[in-house]
């Protein structure tokens, strides 16, 4: 239970899932400080708040706390985590803090390996719309928002739900969307198996549970499906029978367009103005919530994703000095093969992609996976891969990756620094070519310096 009197450290408070909680729970009333290494949009707006933020990490950050709050991502050893526990204080994991802001609230938890936030995105702005003033804790920046969070005064409440590390298992929303399940984070799990089994775990503990929506276009969520002995709505964009569906659909290269369906009953045309036609099916999830749990009408829901505008950095589209620029923060082939997909009904002359391959499990495992993504790619750029915390495997490495990729036909190229891409890049380019930028925030700075770079040169 939260407690007024008690302040929470927020270690790592930047990131984008810490800082929603943070936030929402600052908006709520509770004491809320934090720290993180470097200075950012996130910790900025934090900081406008009220919040206290302060840059670097060090033992005496955590001095007026009285529970130092900590994500997967910062491992034991971090100053501050080892001061907590010195001091005898209570540690807990941002998903404690994450169930404690939605409790007591309508609430909508939205997990998967792909597309959670743009399904959380899109649920959030039909309850927008409606008039409902939702909570929304969201792993990236809405655009038709400008900000990740928010406190809501109504009773609904809208979260991302991150299954990589099994914190899911500490969150028990009232309505849950599993989008698709598929083989990643194998520095926490065994294999799919074990994925599916835990997702099957995260339904069956939840006592709260009262609606489950799972994408049926999508082979593991199906496998999971076979494991419960509960309802639930089918949504997707498959033939045969679904609860909601979006059916018909176009792809329009800056849009997508498809009409609604619930059961077999037509609802309506819906037009999405972002690009990926795979949002289709995103959308499809929203309408099982919106509609489904939620009883918003259609009319409403239409109203919103019509005019949906996506997350920061999600198939983020810019176009400079001639080139078109797009930035996505998928880093697995799946998604990466989707967006070269629809990325090849744009406009373009030749597609560019730059690529920074993450984490020695993830690249022995789907190796064979990115080079048959990267064939929707024209010429791919690689830089040196990046292993987050993970120990090395023999034999796997950034040469090994690109060794792969041309085995398969792709033209890669190997830039290992991330200030010599766009110098490459720029020596190489050509009217009307598209640059995708696969990866996080350095990649992102880069591509957006870039863009005004070429706006301003003659």
Known sequence: MLSPDQTYHFVGIGGVGVS??????HQQGVRVQGSDVRESQLTEGLRALGIPVVIGHRAENIGGADVVVHSTAVRPDNVERAACRAAGKREAHRSELLGLAIEGRESVGITGTHGKGTVS???THCLIEAGLDPTFLIGGILNNYGTNARAGAGRHAVAEVDESDGSHLNLKPRH??????????LNYYAGLDDIVATMA???AENDRLETLALNWDDAGVRALAARLDRPFLRYGTVDGPLDFAAREVEDRGDSVRFVAYRGEERLGPITLPIPGNYN?????GALAIAMGAL????ATVQRALDGYRGLENRFTVRR???LTLVKDYISHPTGMRRVLESARRMAHARIWCVFKPYRFTLMRYHGEEYAEAFQGADDVLITRMYAAEERPIDGIDTPWFVDVLRAAGNRVHYVEENDGVVPWLEARVAPGDMVIFFGGD?????ADAWAVAREAAP
């Open 442 to 446: 350095d990649f992102f700075r880069m």
């Open 121 to 123: 995105a899109m649920i």
């Open 295 to 298: 009883g918003l009408p259609f």
């Open 20 to 25: 929603a909680v943070a936030r929402v729970l």
């Open 280 to 284: 289709a099916d995103n959308a499809a």
């Open 320 to 322: 400079a000095g001639g």
């Open 201 to 203: 775990r995260f339904i």
């Open 176 to 185: 849950v969307v599993v989008n698709n399940l598929e083989v990643d984070h």
